[in-house]
Nanobody, 118 residues
Framework: QLQASGGGLVQAGGSLRLSCAASGRTFTTRRMGWFRQAPGKEREFVARINRNGDSTYYADPVKGRFTISRDNAKNTVYLQMNRLKPDDTAVYYC?????????????WGQGTLVTVSS
């Protein structure tokens, strides 16, 4: 089970930190990531991190503003979001990729809503 938290309402230019804690099993051998789905739009990739936490990849719209990290001892992945924009408003989902996969998501978190006001 993946439990996401940290969403909320923030003004443009502000910051939020999302957390996603895994329970029931560990995912230290898997890439983990964040996706988001804005109202009326399809779910889109935001960021991913490798199992060791030393390699990350970001979607262009968030590059330079968002930082993904993980703490394998806590079985948790984070998304630090800075300089937020109204376009970042969405439900954010954490994800666990399939073993060795860059495309397939095996597990999804329940989502946490981020609302950025202008």
């Amino acid at each position: 089970q993946l439990q996401a938290s940290g969403g909320g309402l923030v003004q443009a230019g502000g910051s939020l930190r999302l957390s996603c804690a895994a329970s029931g099993r560990t995912f230290t051998t898997r890439r983990m990531g964040w996706f988001r789905q804005a109202p009326g739009k399809e779910r889109e990739f935001v960021a991913r991190i490798n199992r060791n936490g030393d390699s990350t990849y970001y979607a262009d719209p968030v590059k330079g503003r968002f930082t993904i990290s993980r703490d394998n001892a806590k079985n948790t992945v984070y998304l630090q979001m800075n300089r937020l924009k109204p376009d970042d408003t969405a439900v954010y989902y954490c994800a666990v990729y399939g073993l060795g996969s860059l495309q397939t998501v095996d597990y999804w978190g329940q989502g946490t809503l981020v609302t950025v006001s202008s």
